[in-house]
């Protein structure tokens, strides 16, 4: 697609239900990455995927957080259990290829989903 | 720790002005910074980088410097644009693929 896809735009959900987020990458993007933002915050580094490689798993904030990219595209960021501090937009990101993330080319990222946790 | 660090939440500026946005970061190890643009309901859209070899980089109507012995880098915007009006969020790198995000800066240019 000409942009990344992310859905659903808005999520409301009762605490302790689980949610799903789908980004969908530019197409022949290889690297893929989750950010979240909360209120009033800066973004901040949930997890990184790069072509076939394993995961960069550092961000995520706890076992009840984690993703999955089939296929090398679509990637899905579940979250587990849900508790009111998961509220917040969860933004996906892809760039050609992570080495070039920064030389002058950035990431491209989606709308992002507004998460809210009642 | 906020190892990047945007102080002024707000900063409003008339049409045709400089704008100067700041950025303080405290990690020497950041290796590239970044700027991002954002726009209500939307996702950052990224603007311009330097890498910590340089201490400018200009594009167009934006420059970027960087004063690695203060740990600060700035956002220049000449002549400030209605449609410059955005959140801009200051980012770093350190190592891996991550980047470190400020919370952003509200920028409203008025006419």
């Known amino acids: 697609g000409a942009g990344v896809s992310q859905s659903p735009s808005n999520k409301v959900t009762e ?3 689980d949610v799903e ?13 989750w950010y979240r933002q909360s209120l009033g915050q800066g973004l901040e580094f949930l997890i990184y995927f790069q072509g076939n490689s394993a995961p960069d798993k550092s961000g995520l904030p706890s076992d009840r957080f984690s993703a999955e990219r089939t296929g090398g595209s679509v990637s899905t960021l579940t979250i587990q259990r849900t508790q009111q501090e998961d509220s917040a937009v969860y933004l996906c990101a892809s760039s050609l290829e992570a080495g070039l993330a920064y030389m002058g080319y950035g990431y491209t990222f989606g709308s992002g989903t507004r998460l809210t946790v009642v | 720790d906020q190892q990047v660090k945007q102080n002024s939440p707000s900063l409003s ?5 400089i704008s100067i946005l700041n950025c303080d970061y405290t990690n020497s190890m950041f290796d590239y910074f970044l700027w991002y643009k954002k726009y209500p309901a939307e996702g950052p859209t990224f603007l311009i980088s330097i890498s910590s070899i340089k201490d400018k980089n200009e594009d167009g109507r934006f420059t970027v410097f960087l004063n690695k012995s203060a740990k600060h880098l700035s956002l220049h915007i000449v002549p400030s644009q209605p449609g410059d009006s955005a959140v801009y969020f200051c980012a770093a790198r350190a190592s891996g693929y991550a980047l470190n995000f400020g ?3 509200s920028l409203l240019v008025t006419p």
């Not at chain 1, 987020?21 to 990455?33: E, K, M, Q, V, W």
């Not at chain 2, 500026?13 to 002005?17: A, D, K, L, S, T």
Request: net charge positive.
């Open chain 2, 103 to 105: 919370k952003g800066t």
């Open chain 1, 15 to 17: 605490k302790g239900k």
């Open chain 1, 21 to 33: 987020l789908r980004c969908d990458p530019i197409s022949g993007h290889t690297a893929l990455y």
């Open chain 2, 13 to 17: 500026v008339q049409e045709g002005r």
